[in-house]
Antibody, heavy 121, light 110 residues
């Protein structure tokens, strides 16, 4: 059974870097699937952040691309999100998920429980 | 402003049928497959439908998906109070080279 668990600071100061890690169990991240991040500001809808594939292929939301880096660590079976120069607008629940991406087909089939990140001084 | 457009809310009585629309363009829905997610308050989204009309494992056949041109529809029959949730559509956008979601639709079972 594939499980994903987000971890990282729940509070980040404005202008600093938000760093989160997703630990995957039950599946090797180096196999077959992309792995990604999605966020949800309080009371709002889902926002797609980006995905990564073994070997480093990444796709990012253009609106966040200048501030986002997603990386993977196959030795730990983890992947990470870094979002720099954060503001209050980056306050959200951040989810990691497994992404089934094959050209025209893409969906997130397994999700972590989510972690709340607040940007505040 | 989401790339995909969904109605903010829909409602129907228990036992009835409801549909939720998701409108996009040729750069997203028109040339890619659509997925649908269900989210209860305070929990992570759950995949309901992928590849336009394929139910995810364990999803009852009361839930169905369809696509026509640049729009997609989620249908739910035999509505139950336990179906009250937010529903999101998602797909890939070729112009953005990124995934996109609709703004979400809140389903109320009256």
């Amino acid at each position: 059974q594939v499980q994903l668990q987000e971890s990282g600071p729940g509070l980040v100061k404005p202008s600093e870097t938000l760093s989160l890690t997703c630990t995957v169990s039950g599946y090797f991240i180096s196999s077959d699937y992309y792995w990604g991040w999605i966020r949800q500001p309080p009371g709002k809808g889902l926002e797609w952040i980006g995905i990564i594939y073994d070997g480093g292929t990444t796709y990012y939301n253009p609106s966040l691309k200048s501030r986002v880096t997603i990386s993977g660590d196959t030795s730990k079976n983890q992947f990470s999100l870094k979002l720099n120069s954060v503001t209050a607008a980056d306050t959200a629940v951040y989810y990691c998920a497994r992404a089934d991406y094959h050209g025209a087909k893409t969906h997130m089939d397994v999700w972590g429980k989510g972690t709340t990140v607040t940007v505040s001084s | 402003q989401s790339v995909l457009t969904q109605p903010p809310s829909v409602s129907a009585a228990p036992g009835q049928k409801v549909t939720i629309s998701c409108s996009g363009s040729s750069s997203n829905i028109g040339n890619n497959y659509v997925s649908w997610y269900q989210q209860f308050p305070g929990t992570a989204p759950k995949l309901l439908i992928h590849d336009n009309n394929k139910r995810s494992s364990g999803i009852p056949d009361r839930f169905s998906g369809s696509k026509s041109g640049t729009s997609a529809t989620l249908g739910i029959t035999g509505l139950q109070t336990g179906d009250e949730a937010d529903y999101y559509c998602g797909t890939w956008d070729n112009s953005l080279s990124a995934g996109v979601f609709g703004g979400g639709t809140k389903l109320t079972v009256l």
